[in-house]
């Protein structure tokens, strides 16, 4: 039975997969079974985003949808029921920028793609980054900015990284101005154009 | 002898609004005085050359070019954002010494920084800027959110205007939140209950929000001043002010002001035929937002910044039912009366040049910001004219000899026959001043039409 669900969310069927997840638990299903199904689906929204036939609403919608599933399941799970994930990947609009559209959207897929995600919010002053690298260990951090000024901060970020002998994590940056060009003057690894390229950059150098 | 206003064609009213743009006057009302006959013949050339870009009729002498920056001006002056917002000669001065030094072919004003103390006094929630969330030395940033709730579309569908007033307002200016007391103004009818309709303005803090209004209309009214003068002044040393007013697509109107953009995303799928209601409710004034500025200013060009509709954003599909149906009749509304809408399309617009070239030749004025211009002439550059496409990373990280390369490119493809106009694609902070320079000094030079 475990298709239902995932197309229900692919397709984006709010009422009806909210639906079939009620009744669903009330036949006692395994809500983990049903967990997990969602997120083949929200994987599914994803691959409609990167190959273009989904765009902003649907990941708001898939997104609200989810959170809608999640608060029917919550009840029923376990603690230890919390998946495996891939690894841990840091986001943070960088300092001086207060933009968080495009963040949230990164963080959302990433998320819902096995990632645990360490959130550092906006306007992220250097030495956060700095400091969440070394307490979580993680390998993979995202710089997000919308405005020109983030071009500075995001290389300043970099070279803090560098400085903090931090310089093997994975470094990919983003936002509305940002192209290769401010990747070579950044010092970035890569730069992704959308959330799902995000994904996929993380999932290279994580595995997944 | 001349015919009435009513009487135009909307070709007649634009050249006769045209012709009110390059004839400008003083704040009495007679002809400007240019501090040089020299001056004058630089206004009236640089005019005549935007016109002509725009019209598609002349073929102009060159490719005008354009800068339009954000807080620029302010780090080339060595001030910051904070400096210019609350100290309005300071920001006049550093717009006049961009201008002066660059030597552009328009300027944009010097409204972009506005009232620090303006903002304070009221409390304003949309933007944070220097000293209240933001650095001194970074400009204002938008706090996007839900200023109008999922379920509030009837109330704005059925009196735009009192939603405004009487919600929107007191959402957005702390100073205002009184204003959600205030009664619908449609009540007062006849004697018997005119009374009941003005005991709001009686409580205290009605009064007090009403105070703290009039001093928010001093300070506008001061900064104004400084703003207004600016412009004169550009204009009596020959630099025309491009833009005449503003006014936006309803589709961003909604997504931007009111809902946030995962609101109005969301509600594409919960409540699309309230959404497409409330669109049309407020076509008709952001029409009238539009021309009313260009009549008061006696300038065309109305800019329409562009968000929620940029590739990537919504499917071809959303674009077609939500985005441009509203926006289209926005800019035809302005054409009909004379104007020439300007949106500015920042992020990338490509998927979109096939919709948006539907719309009368000659009229428009498109910025472009990272989109194929080869493409964007051929198909847009039929009917539009366009505008921009110098990309900020280049104008950032580049040297002046990639931008004279780039700008090459430009003038070679989309200034091919006219209908161009050089300029960067979004607006611009930390760029490198040689970059600008490289921009303009070449576009002058290589722009030439022979």
């Not at chain 1, 029923?76 to 207060?98: F, N, P, Q």
């Not at chain 1, 096995?114 to 980054?129: A, N, R, T």
């Not at chain 1, 290769?180 to 010092?187: H, I, K, Y």
């Not at chain 2, 803090?205 to 009039?214: C, N, S």
Request: contains cysteine.
């Amino acid at each position: 039975m475990g298709g239902k669900l995932v197309k229900l969310l692919a397709d984006l069927k709010e009422q009806e997969a909210l639906e079939f997840v009620e009744k669903a638990l009330g036949k006692g299903v395994d809500p983990m079974n049903l967990l997990w199904d969602a997120k083949e689906g929200m994987k599914i929204v994803g691959h409609k985003f990167a190959s273009e036939e989904y765009f902003i609403p649907e990941l708001f919608f898939s997104g609200e949808i989810l959170k809608g599933i999640v608060k029917l399941l919550e009840p029923h799970l376990k603690k230890e029921d919390e998946t495996e994930r891939l690894g841990k990947v840091i986001i943070g609009t960088v300092a001086g920028d207060i933009h968080d559209i495009g963040k949230n959207l990164v963080v959302f897929m990433l998320d819902v793609n096995g990632f645990e995600v360490v959130d550092l919010g906006i306007d992220v002053p250097v030495q956060k980054f700095v400091d969440a690298i070394k307490e979580t260990g993680s390998t993979v951090v995202g710089l997000s900015g919308f405005l020109t000024l983030a071009f500075q901060s995001m290389k300043e970020t970099v070279d803090a990284i560098k400085e903090a002998g931090l310089r093997d994590v994975k470094i990919m940056i983003g936002g509305g101005q940002i192209n290769n060009q401010v990747r070579d003057f950044t010092g970035a690894d890569a730069y992704g154009k959308d959330a799902m390229e995000a994904v996929k950059l993380a999932k290279g150098w994580i595995g997944g | 002898m001349e015919k009435k206003w009513e009487e135009m064609s909307p070709d007649e009213k634009q050249e006769a609004m045209f012709q009110s743009w390059l004839s400008p006057k003083d704040p009495e009302g007679n002809d400007l005085k240019f501090k040089s006959p020299e001056a004058e013949k630089l206004f009236k050339e640089r005019a005549t050359r935007i016109k002509d870009a725009i019209q598609m009729k002349k073929l102009p002498d060159r490719v005008p070019v354009c800068m339009f920056p954000n807080m620029f001006p302010v780090y080339y002056s060595g001030m910051t954002p904070q400096e210019v917002m609350y100290d309005y000669d300071k920001c006049s001065m550093a717009w006049k010494k961009f201008v002066l030094d660059f030597e552009p072919d328009t300027h944009m004003g010097c409204a972009a920084p506005g009232p620090g103390r303006f903002f304070e006094i009221l409390d304003y929630k949309l933007y944070a800027w220097p000293g209240h969330g933001i650095l001194p030395e970074h400009g204002y940033q938008c706090n996007e959110g839900e200023y109008m709730m999922a379920d509030e579309y009837d109330a704005l569908i059925q009196d735009p205007s009192n939603f405004f007033s009487n919600v929107y307002l007191p959402r957005v200016f702390g100073a205002l939140e009184p204003f959600k007391m205030l009664p619908s103004l449609t009540g007062i009818l006849e004697m018997y209950g005119v009374a009941f309709n003005f005991i709001p303005y009686g409580l205290p803090p009605v009064q007090a929000a009403y105070k703290a209004l009039m001093e928010a209309g001093g300070e506008a009214l001061k900064w104004a001043g400084v703003v207004g003068g600016f412009d004169g002044e550009m204009a009596t040393l020959g630099f025309p002010q491009l833009l005449g007013g503003f006014t936006k697509a309803p589709f961003d109107t909604i997504g931007d002001t009111l809902r946030g953009t995962k609101g109005i995303m969301l509600d594409i799928y919960r409540q699309p035929d309230k959404l497409l209601q409330a669109l049309d409710a407020i076509t008709p004034l952001m029409i009238k937002m539009g021309v009313g500025a260009a009549q008061m200013t006696g300038n065309p060009i109305i800019f329409m910044p562009l968000h929620k509709g940029a590739d990537g954003f919504l499917s071809d599909e959303q674009f077609k039912t939500f985005y441009w149906p509203t926006f289209r009749k926005v800019i035809v509304g302005l054409i009909d009366e004379g104007c020439v809408p300007f949106p500015a399309a920042e992020g990338g617009y490509n998927s979109r040049l096939k919709v948006i070239r539907d719309i009368p030749k000659g009229k428009t004025l498109w910025m472009l910001d990272q989109i194929d211009m080869a493409k964007a002439k051929e198909i847009l550059g039929e009917t539009a004219c366009i505008f921009g496409n110098m990309t900020l990373s280049l104008l950032s990280l580049g040297t002046p000899q990639d931008v004279r390369d780039y700008a090459k490119k430009l003038i070679d493809t989309a200034g091919k026959g006219g209908g161009y106009i050089m300029a960067n694609g979004a607006f611009f902070d930390n760029v490198k001043p040689e970059n600008l320079k490289a921009m303009v000094d070449f576009t002058k030079e290589y722009g030439v039409y022979k």
